[in-house]
T-cell receptor, first 115, second 113 residues
Framework: ETGVTQTPRHLVMGMTNKKSLKCEQHLGHNAMYWYKQSAKKPLELMFVYNFKEQTENNSVPSRFSPECPNSSHLFLHLHTLQPEDSALYLC??????????????FGSGTRLTVV | DQQVKQNSPSLSVQEGRISILNCDYTNSMFDYFLWYKKYPAEGPTFLISISSIKDKNEDGRFTVFLNKSAKHLSLHIVPSQPGDSAVYFCAASARAGANNLFFGTGTRLTVIP
C-alpha cells in the first residue's frame, strides 16, 4: 500500500467516450501531480496542484481536464481521446513543493487504452 | 528534447555483484537528483536522492554518485539481489522550477540468481 490510490487500474475506452481517472492520497501531502508514461518515453508531467490550486499545465491538450476538489483527491477527466493517448497515467503526491526533500509518492497508475 | 538520459535500456548482473546504473543530464540548472525504482504493475517508489552540494550519498546497499562537471550520476547497488530486479528511473530538478521533476526513460535491471 503506497498511500496513493488510483482507480481504475485498467481502462479501455472508445474515442467518443467520457471517463475519469481518480487519485486519492492518505499521506497529508500538499501537492499532487498527474504524469503520463508512454512506451519508451520518460515520464511526462501533465498537471501540478499545490494546495488545490493548479500551478502547472504542461501544454496538455484540452481533452484532458484535471480537477482537484481538495488536497487529498485528484481527478483526470477524459473526453474524445485519441489512440496515441494510450499510456500509463500516474498520480503522485509530495509534502514539499516539488517533492525535493522526500521525493514523490506515486500511485500504481491507470493503464489506459483508447480504441 | 530529453534533459535526462538513461542510455542503457537494460542491464543484467549476477547476484552478489555490483550493479551500476548510469544517468546523464543536459540542464546545468539541475541541482537535485533522485532515483526511483519501479516494479511491474506498481508506481515508481523513491529510492535515494542527492543534492548538487554533494558528490556521494549512501543508503545501505545503494550509493549515488554525482559528477557535476560531466553532468553525470550513477547508482551503485552492492551486493545486488534478485529482489532488486526492476526498472530504475533517474530524475532531476532545478530549484528555480522545483515543481517539475524531469525523468529519464529508465533502465531495466535483472539480477540473476
Amino acid at each position: 500500500e503506497t498511500g496513493v490510490t488510483q482507480t481504475p487500474r485498467h481502462l479501455v475506452m472508445g474515442m467518443t467516450n467520457k471517463k475519469s481517472l481518480k487519485c486519492e492520497q492518505h499521506l497529508g501531502h500538499n501537492a499532487m501531480y498527474w504524469y503520463k508514461q508512454s512506451a519508451k518515453k520518460p515520464l511526462e508531467l501533465m498537471f501540478v496542484y499545490n494546495f488545490k490550486e493548479q500551478t502547472e499545465n504542461n501544454s496538455v491538450p484540452s481533452r484532458f481536464s484535471p480537477e482537484c476538489p481538495n488536497s487529498s483527491h485528484l481527478f483526470l477527466h477524459l473526453h474524445t481521446l485519441q489512440p496515441e493517448d494510450s499510456a500509463l497515467y500516474l498520480c503522485a503526491s509530495s509534502q514539499d513543493w516539488g517533492g525535493l526533500s522526500y521525493g514523490y509518492t506515486f500511485g500504481s497508475g491507470t493503464r489506459l487504452t483508447v480504441v | 528534447d530529453q534533459q535526462v538520459k538513461q542510455n542503457s535500456p537494460s542491464l543484467s548482473v549476477q547476484e552478489g555483484r555490483i550493479s551500476i546504473l548510469n544517468c546523464d543530464y543536459t540542464n546545468s540548472m539541475f541541482d537535485y537528483f533522485l532515483w526511483y525504482k519501479k516494479y511491474p504493475a506498481e508506481g515508481p517508489t523513491f529510492l535515494i536522492s542527492i543534492s548538487s552540494i554533494k558528490d556521494k550519498n549512501e543508503d545501505g546497499r545503494f550509493t549515488v554518485f554525482l559528477n557535476k562537471s560531466a553532468k553525470h550520476l550513477s547508482l551503485h547497488i552492492v551486493p545486488s539481489q534478485p529482489g532488486d530486479s526492476a526498472v530504475y528511473f533517474c530524475a532531476a530538478s532545478a530549484r528555480a522550477g522545483a515543481n517539475n521533476l524531469f525523468f529519464g526513460t529508465g533502465t531495466r535491471l535483472t539480477v540473476i540468481p
